[in-house]
């Protein structure tokens, strides 16, 4: 753990892929218990999932958007789409 100015910054040791699949797994989680089990799968307390998830998110994958090239040297690359749902807010918080 490491203080900066206000901020209390703490390293939970997960890899960027790793913290991009718990937040896509805690989007899709149905129930509290279920985002409780899933927080128990990668280690880390609901509580700090909580408080992560809303500061930091993880775009959709759009189905089927996954290009994978090769270039004649050996690198690989992959791309993919987001997925963008966008929701009307008026009449929701007004």
């Known amino acids: 753990m490491r203080r900066s100015g206000r901020q ?3 390293y939970v040791g997960l890899l960027a892929g790793s913290l991009a699949d ?6 899709h ?5 279920e ?27 759009k189905d089927g958007s996954t290009t994978r090239t090769v270039s004649d040297n050996g690198d690989e690359n992959i791309s993919m ?5 966008l929701v009307s807010l008026v009449g929701r918080y007004g």
């Open 81 to 85: 789409l987001v997925r963008c749902l």
């Open 22 to 27: 718990l937040l896509e797994a805690r989007k």
């Open 8 to 10: 209390t910054v703490e």
């Open 29 to 33: 989680a149905m129930s509290a218990e």
């Open 35 to 61: 985002v409780t089990r899933i927080a128990a799968l990668y280690g880390i307390d609901v509580g700090k999932l909580e408080s992560v998830a809303r500061y930091v998110n993880v775009p959709s994958v």
